[in-house]
Structures are given as C-alpha cells and as structure tokens.
C-alpha cells in the first residue's frame, strides 16, 4: 500500500525533494555512512543563556556520558531527562530540543548520550538512561534539582525509549516521574496497525524502520519483543506516570501510538494526545518554523510545563 502524498502538510512537503535518499532504506550495510551524513549537516545555533555542560557518568555498565543544559537560578529546579531520536541505531544527545525545554521552561535537562545499535543492541540503551535518571535523582541536590519534579521523555526512538524506561521504573520501583513525553514514540517493532501497511511514508518508511528494529533487538523476536524495547508489547500499563503522546496524521507510527494512548488511559492511567494532521514523522525539526511544527512546539511544552510547575 502507498501513502497518498497528497495528504501531506504543504508546508512541510516543499522539502521533500530535498531529504536524503539514504533514509529510504538504512540498514546494516549503511548505517556507518548515515551516521557520517547526518552528523554533516550543518546546524545552526540560536542564541541563548543556556549553558551547556557535559559530564560521564559511571554505571554498572560502563560510562555514560550526558550533556546538562541549564540556567542560573536559586531556587530548586524542575528536571528532566531528555533521550534523543535517531532509530536507536544515530543521533546526537547535543540535542536542540534538550536546549529548547531548559530555555523556555527554566529547568535542567540532562539528555543522555546512550549507546547505540546495532554495535550496542537492546538493552543497552534502556540501561544508560536508566543510570542517567539514578544520577540526576541521587544528584539532585548538586543540580539544583527537586527531585518531586522530574521527567522522562524524547522524540521518535528516544520517546520509545523513555516509554520503555517508565515500565522499568514501575517494575524496579525506580524514582517517582511527573510525565513521560512521548513525542511520535518509536514502540512497535511490528506496525501490525493500519497506518503501519504503507511502504512509502516520507522520511521513516516500513523498510527501514524494519531494519533499524532487527538492529536494535539483534534479530526478529517478533511478539516475544522486551515490553521495555518496545511498549506495545507490554501486557500491563497500569501504574505509569501520566503522559503526553502526540503523532503526525501522516506518521508510519500513527496507529500504534494512538492505540497506546488508548490502552493507557484504559489501564486507568492519564494521557494527553495529539494528532496533528499532514505531519509525517519528524517533518517538524526538518522545518520547525512551520505551523504545524510550531503547534506541536506550543503543546508539548504547555504539557511539560503543567506537569513541572516550569
């Protein structure tokens, strides 16, 4: 089936053209010259007062480094740990979007350099954040920190992840969280759902996201899938902290996190979504001036900021 590229946002399909052909299919033949391509685009840094720190963390399973954005302030912060995008197998925690929520919601944002597949498969990932969240929580006092007011959260894979990692700290009884954001979650490794049957969605396609979950769970376990690489497989959502998911109308993963906001609200739990129509997946950092992009900017961090007092 194909997706009727019609029913795009027009604002953002101007770019289409422009997008690399390489993300048509990654796989593990390519995935070392994605990375080199991605990590060559130019970016361009807006000004801000947020300073940047980077800091490596020890952990039972190595190092983890993290970058902290924050600004100056006396009083004790609302925090939160922020998991970059990129398939689990690229991407950067030198994160704008860490950037952006430290700047407009004046918290700390510790976004975690985990590693990635397929050198580094599930559950790799998971466990550096989850070691990243230990040491912002025993930290907290250090970083200003109320530890009442933490969050998890990322975009694409790293919304995945934080899904993942919020199911690990209800089973280990980690830190208490304010809200998972979920920003168009990476969080099923079949995309057995309508949306999921299109072969030709811009940006994020069948085959390569395909790909990229055989690199993450080192082959194709199917249902048997951890529920803390990939949430839908989870059989119990009671328990979670409240979240905000929002997804493009446009979105290879569209169903699937709608049925996931679904099942948690069923489960008894609070979610918050938001469809926003003609976006497909990441289409909003290709061109976040659009007025989409900026919808979906103003939503998640009147969500974020409710829940954190920010």
Partial sequence: MELDLDRLDPELAVILPALPAELADINRDNIGAVREMMGAQPVEKPPTTVRVEERTLPS????????????????????????????????????????????KLECTVVSADYRLAPEHPFPAGPEDCYAALLWMVENATEL????????????????????????????????????????????????????????????WNQRTSFNAW?????????????????????????????????????????????????RLIAAGGVCELSVYPGLFHGGDSFLPEASVSQRLERGFLHALGQKLGA
């Fill in 60 to 103: 039972p399973n190595g190092d983890v480094r993290v970058f902290v954005y924050s600004r100056p302030s006396s009083a004790p912060r609302a925090g939160m740990l922020w998991i970059h995008g990129g398939g689990y197998l690229f991407g950067s925690a030198e994160d704008d979007r860490a950037r952006l929520i430290a700047e």
């Fill in 214 to 262: 055989e690199m993450y769970l080192d082959g194709v376990p199917g249902k048997d899938a951890s529920p803390y690489a990939a949430a839908t497989r989870a059989t119990d959502l009671t328990g979670l902290p409240p979240a905000y998911l929002c997804v493009g109308s446009e979105d290879l993963f569209r169903d699937e996190d709608i049925d996931y906001a679904r």
């Fill in 144 to 203: 200003g920190l109320d530890p009442a007011r933490i969050a998890i959260g990322g975009a694409s894979a790293g919304g995945g992840m934080a899904a993942g990692l919020a199911l690990m700290l209800r089973d280990r009884g980690g830190p208490a969280i304010a809200l998972q954001l979920l920003l168009y979650p990476m969080i099923d490794n079949l995309h057995d759902t309508p949306s999921g049957q299109y072969t030709n969605h811009p940006v």
